[in-house]
């Protein structure tokens, strides 16, 4: 935390699911539930500079898995918390890019879902931005 508060730089938490039994899926190797991560996140940003004060949450979006309407819904419901004592919280969506060997179950969103899931968080004031998508065919 004391590296995190000195740095002049934005913090980038990739979050991927903020309910605690779908995250644990989605990375088996988690050990600490959501809200006590967001809350080592804001003591951390909390003690930086007022210009500093910014976090950017990384949302891997995935087909079927954590880019539901709900799942939109929980990230919005989740991130209140940062957005009503920092200047600045931004998600970046980044569409899955199957590389293999994953399973049938790891599947890219379309564009339009993510652009779907995009104006959830936007029309519910989160900052959004869609992240290009790299090293796939399109």
């Not at 508060?5 to 959501?34: C, F, N, Q």
């Not at 890219?108 to 004031?125: D, Y």
């Amino acid at each position: 935390l004391e590296l995190a508060s000195g740095a002049p730089v934005v913090l980038a938490w990739s979050v991927h699911a903020t309910i605690d039994e779908k995250r644990k899926r989605m990375v088996p190797t988690t050990r600490y539930r959501m809200e006590e991560l967001r809350a080592g996140l804001m003591e951390a940003v909390k003690h930086r500079s007022r210009a500093l004060q910014s976090v950017m949450l990384e949302i891997a979006l995935i087909d079927g898995m954590n880019n539901s309407y709900e799942d939109a819904m929980d990230l919005i419901e989740f991130c209140q918390p940062m957005k009503e004592q920092f200047s600045k919280v931004v998600v970046n969506l980044i569409p899955w890019n199957d590389i293999g060997g994953m399973g049938p179950q790891f599947q890219a969103p379309t564009k339009e879902a993510v652009l779907e899931f995009q104006k959830i968080l936007t029309s519910n004031g989160i900052r959004t931005f869609v992240r290009t998508t790299r090293g796939d065919d399109e």
